[in-house]
């Protein structure tokens, strides 16, 4: 009789492709689009439910100083940035978007503040840069917060 011994060989290790910091920049850019839409869909959900808005749109005022509020404090040159610098200004910009689409929905006299911003936020999504042109929506929305 033979002996029924196991004759399995132990798995090699598990082969990588690719550089390493490739996914860690992958996922940095998918968190800062998830922010992004994420802030969009908060302040949407919100502006919708009304917000707390008045009938004199006193409420929508204030969205609309808090989202140029938020422009004034962001540095699109520090998005990519490591660190709180890049941090904040992720925030900042998701915020001033979340505001203004809430103003917008409180009052039409916002519309032109929220549709700059949500431009500038679906061109940086979609190229993951601020180009001439998301330039010019931002300096557009900055331009409709300084006639407030």
Known sequence: MQSHQDHTTPAPPPVTTGRPGRRTTTAAVWLAVGLLVGGG????????????ASADGA?????????????????????TK??????IA???????G????????????????AEAVRRTQERH???????????????????????L
Do not use: I, S
């Open 59 to 79: 409420d929508a005022a204030g969205d609309a100083r808090a989202a140029c509020q938020a422009l004034d404090g962001f540095d699109e040159g520090a998005y």
């Open 125 to 147: 999504a979609r190229l993951f840069a601020f180009d001439a042109e998301a330039k010019r929506d931002l300096a557009e929305a900055r331009g409709f917060c300084r006639d």
């Open 90 to 96: 992720m925030n900042r910009f998701a915020a001033a």
């Open 41 to 52: 869909a908060v302040g949407a959900a919100w502006a919708l439910d009304g917000g707390g």
């Open 82 to 87: 490591k660190g709180t610098a890049g941090e």
């Open 98 to 113: 979340a505001f203004a689409g809430a103003a917008a929905a409180g009052d039409e006299r916002y519309k032109p503040l």
